[in-house]
Structure formats: structure tokens, C-alpha cells
């Protein structure tokens, strides 16, 4: 168990609805990472949160943005959605200081199907 | 920009067979991270190792060895006697050592078969 927890575990929707992924990161981690992995993109990375600042952007979609809250939990909204959408979303979390490199540690994911 | 192949897509062999995965990297960075993980059929995403660009020691772990060449910008990795616990896909990645650009980019990912 990483200490990183992701609700929900599985989530089916349909064309053209709006969903909301969470991630509790681990205690003390003050940075998020959401990562995509779907088929035809495998497993990129979409965007970062570091104290609820938005920190480094990755191949996120227009229709999808992001979060972190004054809890440091985050959450990834996906608006307008396709059946490409369909992927396992994963959430990371770091502690983020200048004086080490900080290990990502990752939830279990969201699994995301569009139909 | 940063990429990394994986150029095995599937990989079978025979339980107690060694197998290695292969990991080429491109950076134009001069520090930089190198990871593996282990993605097993439930899904999550295992840490397994961690190589600093400084750092080109082999590094062995019970029947996991890693070979880092920054010669040929490759970051291997070997499972010795394999098991049938080690099928999953494998996935190789890479970051910048540099504060304030963390993210990982990862490798299309090897899937490694152990036939019993």
C-alpha cells in the first residue's frame, strides 16, 4: 500500500457527461501527479499540483482540468467526454523538497469507461 | 525532449528462465532519473528501482539486477530464475534531476509472460 488513495476505483459513464476523479495523497506529500494510461497513449502524464499551485503541465486535454484543495487532496475533472477518454487514471504523490529527489509514490488508479 | 523505448513489446519464456528487459533512453539532460515499474495484472503501479544519471553502478536486488550504460543510454533489467509472479508489464521511465520538473516519462512498457 503506497499511502496514496483514489476514489472511485471504477467509474462508467456515458458520452458527453462530466466525471470527477479524487486522490488523497500521502501524508506530508504536498505534490500531486495525475498520469493517463489508455491503449493508444500508454502512460503519460497530464498535470501537477505542488501546495495547491498548479506546477507543470503535461498533454492535458482542454476538456479536462485539475485541483488541489487546502487539504492537498486533488481532484481531475473530465468534462465533454469521449470513448477515447477511456483509460486508467492514476494519481502520485511526493513530498517535493530541493534537498533529495522526491520518489512518486502511486495510487491504485481510476479505471474510466466511456461507452 | 525526453523519451524512452521499450522496443520488447511481449516477452514469454519458461519459469526459472533468466529474461532481460530492454530500456533506451534519450535526454538531452545531463542529470537525470531512471525507474522501473511493475504494473501486475491488478493494475497498480510497483516501484522497483531508482538509478541517478552519476550513478552507473550495476545494482542487484535477490533475483532483480538492473545494468545502467550511459554509453549507450540504456538502463537494462534482468529477472534471474524467473517466476511465475513476475508476468506483468514492465514500464521504464525517466526524469529530470532538476528541481521543479518532476515528471515521469515512460516507455510503451515490455509484457513479460512466465509459462509454468
Known amino acids: 500500500d503506497s499511502g496514496v488513495t483514489q476514489t472511485p476505483k471504477h467509474l462508467i459513464t456515458a458520452t458527453g457527461q462530466r466525471v470527477t476523479l479524487r486522490c488523497s495523497p500521502r501524508?506530508?506529500?504536498?505534490?500531486v501527479y495525475w498520469y493517463q494510461q489508455s491503449l493508444d497513449q500508454g502512460l503519460q502524464f497530464l498535470i501537477q499540483?505542488?501546495?495547491?499551485?498548479?506546477?507543470a503541465k503535461g498533454n492535458i486535454l482542454e476538456r479536462f482540468s485539475a485541483q488541489q484543495f487546502p487539504d492537498l487532496h486533488s481532484e481531475l475533472n473530465l468534462s465533454s467526454l469521449e470513448l477515447g477518454d477511456s483509460a486508467l487514471y492514476f494519481c502520485?504523490?511526493?513530498?517535493?523538497?530541493?534537498?533529495?529527489?522526491?520518489?512518486?509514490?502511486f495510487g491504485p488508479g481510476t479505471r474510466l469507461t466511456v461507452l | 525532449a525526453q523519451k524512452v523505448t521499450q522496443a520488447q513489446t511481449e516477452i514469454s519464456v519458461v519459469e526459472k528462465e533468466d529474461v532481460t528487459l530492454d530500456c533506451v533512453y534519450e535526454?538531452?539532460?545531463?542529470?537525470?532519473?531512471l525507474f522501473w515499474y511493475k504494473q501486475p495484472p491488478s493494475g497498480e503501479l510497483v516501484f522497483l528501482i531508482r538509478?541517478?544519471?552519476?550513478?552507473?553502478q550495476n545494482e542487484i536486488s535477490g533475483r532483480y539486477s538492473w545494468n545502467f550504460q550511459k554509453s549507450t543510454s540504456s538502463f537494462n533489467f534482468t529477472i534471474t530464475a524467473s517466476q511465475v509472479v513476475d508476468s506483468a508489464v514492465y514500464f521504464c521511465?525517466?526524469?529530470?534531476?532538476?528541481?521543479?520538473?518532476?515528471?515521469?516519462?515512460f516507455g510503451t512498457g515490455t509484457r513479460l509472460t512466465i509459462i509454468p
Open positions: 502520485a504523490s511526493s513530498v517535493l523538497d530541493s534537498s533529495s529527489y522526491n520518489e512518486q509514490f
Open positions: 501524508s506530508g506529500d504536498l505534490s
Open positions: 499540483y505542488y501546495n495547491g499551485e498548479e506546477r
Open positions: 535526454t538531452r539532460d545531463t542529470t537525470y532519473y
Open positions: 538509478r541517478n544519471s552519476f550513478d552507473e
Open positions: 521511465a525517466l526524469s529530470e534531476a532538476y528541481f521543479g520538473n518532476e515528471k515521469l516519462t
